[in-house]
């Protein structure tokens, strides 16, 4: 007998901190299972950003930085001009990449910087306790949209592949998505085409992965699966916008 | 021929592996982990065909699969 | 010794590449915007790197990325901009990231004006961004101090982890002869801390993120410990014609400079005058403004602005002599007469005054 699924290399052993059905512990295990197939474990420096994910410094087994809030994408950019031969990527939510960094990543993507980037959008504010994100539906409750997201007090939801797919600088965008094995297999293979852009020094690539947050979406791991099939997807549709 | 192993200290009891499975071997346990979750486990190995759709899923790599 | 005639903001650049920095994360400002242009076009004929970033935000976090791979780099802004960089500043602090920070202080506060300012001593010397940490912070009074400072300030960088703040005024403006001297057998510091990629080693992390308050205090235990050595070891001063002083004027940058033509003016009238400049303006010169103002009657601090390195000259010498405050602010700028006006009445002042003993 072969062991034909076990824990890559480049997660380090620290147990997950995330929440019972957070897909974040898909989708750390996703970028990681692809750092070793391609076999980037020593040459990847990941940038954490701040959200749920801000210890995801401690997760993989590679360099990493802490970035500050939003600004990934510069700190990664100052990092792969210094040192291009590396592979560097960005791991942020919704927050850091939608509503605080909104400058940095249209810039990175604008001027192609031949980073990575993993953007995990579930629609809501998490590490902060459930608060609205640029994500969140119309209509979506949140601890500020008591009520749920009206339009003229709260504006409406942001699809960010699609903002930076008007842009000449990134070769790859993508959204996927992970609630079920068909899907989880669709996300690795976008993910691995994102490393292998940079590894083949082709500019600028994201992939949007939508997310459950089941303890600020107050349902259980199962239910969350439903709410991204029949709320997120019609909203973020999947697929590859640019390649 | 398959086998599947769980790692029941790292369980958090989602059930994202027991709605994957195309068989229907997994089920939570009635005893509680160290983290006071219902684990996750597998009593009919001989079911298994190893597709690793559980593990797959699980976000805490609590599952380790063999064929 | 052949010179050249160079903008401050442009010697600065050269005096950066010349230290070995090849990278450059900026956005244009006035009065530093010569800066960013001179290094546009010749870092990439050095093999560097120039980057205009979209804000002073996004420079400064590019600042962050290059620095934690080991690398030299710098950014510059000007007063507003140097504001948008405070909370990267802190997280260079935290994370301990060597670079080089030029600011060209304008008039302030807001938008305020273009003309030269150092309004920003405050901002620079205690902390304009979260928690407890300090900078470097050298203050040139010439162009070619700018140069000298700026490799020194690399230097400092790197033997500490800190950020070293090059706080100038009207220098960035001002054209002088200047001789940029590259060292050819400088060799850069080994970074062992740095991110290259884990190959052969163990991976770094580079983060100021301690959610463990006792970690945390630890960390600001270290920070301290590095600060009170570099408060040790690396003040600089200069003392022009202090040592019998009656009247020390305290001035950092360019009003030092017009102070010394001033002090100049009224020594030729029989006014026992001289100038007190501190170069480090974190670590403040204790020491050194203890010893020039040793027989001085009177401290006289100037600046342009509306007084805030006048209250690190107090704290220095305890009140032990009393510290008057002469500035200009808003951009413009005091004249030597506007400078010994003051000390001549400062003088008049005290010479009424009879010493204590004299009184018995």
Redesign the interface.
């Known amino acids: 007998?072969?062991?034909?699924?076990?824990?890559p290399k480049s997660?380090t052993d620290m147990?997950?901190s995330?929440?019972?059905?957070?897909?974040?512990?898909?989708i750390h295990?996703l970028v990681a299972e692809t750092i070793d197939d391609l076999g980037l474990?020593?040459?990847?420096?990941a940038?954490?950003s701040v959200g749920c994910s801000?210890?995801s410094?401690?997760y993989f087994?590679?360099?990493?930085?802490?970035?500050?809030h939003g600004?990934a994408p510069?700190?990664?950019?100052?990092?792969?001009?210094?040192?291009p031969e590396?592979i560097v990527f960005t791991y942020q939510g919704d927050g850091d990449l939608a509503a605080i960094g909104t400058?940095?990543i249209?810039?990175a993507a604008a001027r192609g910087e031949n980073i990575t980037v993993i953007f995990v959008n579930n629609a809501i504010y998490g590490m902060t306790g459930g608060q609205m994100a640029p994500t969140t539906l119309v209509g979506q409750e949140s601890t500020t949209t008591p009520g749920g997201r009206r339009p003229l007090a709260a504006g409406y939801p942001v699809r960010v592949c699609e903002l930076l797919n008007t842009l000449e600088g990134p070769s790859y965008l993508a959204r996927v998505s992970?609630h079920?094995?068909k899907h989880?297999?669709e996300a690795k293979n976008a993910i691995k085409e994102a490393f292998r852009a940079q590894a083949e020094g082709r500019g600028f690539a994201l992939v949007e992965v939508l997310s459950a947050c089941?303890t600020n979406w107050k349902m259980?791991?199962?239910e969350s699966?439903d709410w991204i099939t029949e709320k997120m997807i019609p909203e973020y549709p999947l697929g590859v916008f640019k390649k | 021929m398959a086998k599947v192993s769980f790692a029941e200290e790292l369980c958090k009891g989602c059930e994202l592996c027991r709605k994957a499975c195309p068989k229907g071997i997994i089920e939570m346990g009635e005893h509680i982990n160290a983290m006071g979750y219902r684990p996750a486990r597998v009593e009919q190995q001989k079911q298994c065909i190893g597709c690793a759709f559980c593990a797959m899923m699980c976000p805490d790599l609590v599952i380790r699969v063999e064929r | 010794m052949s010179k050249i005639l160079m903008n401050g903001n442009e010697a600065i650049g050269e005096a950066a590449i010349a230290a070995g920095c090849r990278y450059f994360f900026g956005y244009p400002i006035t009065p530093q915007s010569e800066l960013p242009e001179y290094l546009s076009k010749r870092l990439p004929q050095v093999g560097g790197i120039f980057l205009q970033a979209e804000s002073e935000i996004a420079a400064i976090n590019m600042v962050i990325g290059a620095a934690s791979t080991g690398a030299r780099v710098m950014t510059g802004s000007s007063s507003p901009g140097i504001s948008l960089k405070q909370e990267g500043i802190s997280y260079l602090a935290g994370c301990e990231l060597p670079c080089l920070i030029v600011n060209i202080m304008r008039g302030g506060p807001g938008l305020g004006g273009i003309q030269p300012s150092q309004a920003d001593y405050f901002q620079a010397t205690k902390g304009g961004g979260h928690g407890d940490y300090r900078n470097i912070v050298l203050a040139p009074a010439s162009v070619q101090e700018a140069v000298d400072l700026v490799q020194e300030g690399f230097e400092l960088a790197d033997r500490y982890r800190m950020v070293v703040m090059i706080l100038g005024d009207i220098v960035g403006q001002l054209k002088e002869p200047v001789h940029i001297s590259v060292d050819p057998a400088r060799k850069l510091p080994e970074k062992p801390w740095a991110l290259t990629g884990k190959e052969g080693r163990k991976k770094n992390i580079i983060s100021s993120l301690y959610l463990e308050p006792d970690k945390l205090e630890q960390l600001n235990h270290k920070l301290q410990k590095k600060y009170t050595e570099i408060k040790e070891k690396e003040t600089r001063a200069e003392n022009y014609r202090t040592e019998d002083a009656d009247i020390v004027v305290a001035a950092y940058g360019m009003p030092a400079r017009i102070a010394k033509e001033a002090v100049d003016k009224a020594r030729a009238g029989g006014i026992k005058a001289g100038v007190f400049r501190p170069i480090t303006l974190w670590p403040f010169p204790e020491k050194e403004l203890n010893e020039a103002a040793g027989s001085a009657r009177k401290i006289l601090t100037v600046e342009m602005s509306m007084g805030q390195m006048v209250e690190d000259v107090r704290l220095a010498v305890k009140d032990r002599i009393p510290v008057d405050f002469y500035g200009r602010t808003g951009g413009m700028v005091p004249t030597a007469l506007d400078i010994y006006t003051e000390i001549k009445r400062i003088n008049e002042e005290i010479m009424e005054v009879k010493p204590y003993a004299s009184c018995i």
């Open positions: 007998m072969q062991v034909v699924f076990e824990r997660l147990k997950f995330y929440c019972p059905g957070c897909h974040h512990g898909i295990r474990q020593e040459k990847t420096i940038v954490a801000v210890f410094f401690n087994d590679t360099d990493a930085i802490q970035a500050a600004r510069a700190v990664a950019t100052g990092i792969k001009r210094a040192r590396n400058a940095e249209v810039h992970v079920d094995p989880v297999k089941p259980d791991p199962l699966l």
